[in-house]
């Protein structure tokens, strides 16, 4: 069983699209993230959630909207995508008291 | 300044031998502390937990300084495939994991 389980894997997009990535778990945590990984392969926070609320945007653009209909799911979509947004978008979930995260395996934007 | 600073490498070491590398953090509220370890193109995975009395894991050893807030992995008797990107990851108390940019290790036959 995957614990945390994102789709698509690859994603492929002209410019100005708008995608959306999906993100679930299955181990009951409370928390959720969405993370991106540039070509220099920093790993930068984009948003949590804990029990379906929004804890930290971290100054992400506005094209970038999270929802999470319930505390196992966590998506991302992106409006009118740009180049820049090329990247690896990691999910992931973390039980409470700062433990530590579990990732999935990771989507990989190209915008053309 | 970043909140987690990594030497980026690359470590580039025999099989066998021994390879340490440290990292710093800028907040002294930090809560918790831990070693990922990220291949090429896949998710980075829990590598271990770093406590404050240091702690072993096989092969690999953590410590914490929190006076000087750095932590640093060891790596005893390496493995080819110990070769991959070490992430020191902290976290404070803001639902917030802190990622190094990674150190780079490769180990040769």
């Known amino acids: 069983d995957t614990a945390v389980s994102q789709t698509p894997k690859y994603l492929v997009t002209q410019m100005g699209n708008d995608k959306s990535i999906k993100c679930e778990q299955n181990?009951?945590?409370?928390?959720m993230y969405w993370y991106k990984q540039d070509s220099k392969k920093f790993l930068k926070i984009m948003f949590s959630y804990n029990n379906k609320e929004l804890i930290i945007n971290e100054t992400v653009p506005n094209r970038f909207s999270p929802k999470s209909p319930d505390k196992a799911h966590l998506n991302l979509h992106i409006n009118s995508l740009e180049l820049g947004d090329s990247a690896v978008y990691f999910c992931?979930?973390?039980?409470?008291?700062?433990?530590?995260?579990?990732f999935g395996q990771g989507t990989r934007l190209t915008v053309v | 300044r970043k909140e987690v600073e990594q030497d980026p490498g690359p470590f580039n070491v025999p099989e066998g031998a021994t390879v340490a590398f440290n990292c710093t953090y800028s907040n002294s509220a930090s809560q918790s502390f831990f070693w990922y370890r990220q291949d090429c193109r896949k998710e980075p995975k829990l590598l271990m937990s770093?406590?404050?009395s240091g702690n072993e894991d096989g092969r690999f050893t953590a410590q914490l300084n929190r006076a000087s807030q750095y932590i640093s992995l060891l790596i005893r008797d390496s493995k080819l495939s110990d070769s991959a990107t070490y992430l020191c990851?902290?976290?404070?108390?803001?639902?917030?994991?802190?990622f190094g940019a990674g150190t780079t290790v490769t180990v040769r036959a």
């Open positions: 992931a979930s973390s039980p409470p008291m700062n433990t530590e995260a579990f």
């Open positions: 990851v902290v976290n404070g108390n803001d639902y917030k994991l802190s």
């Open positions: 181990l009951g945590h409370d928390t």
């Open positions: 770093v406590y404050s």
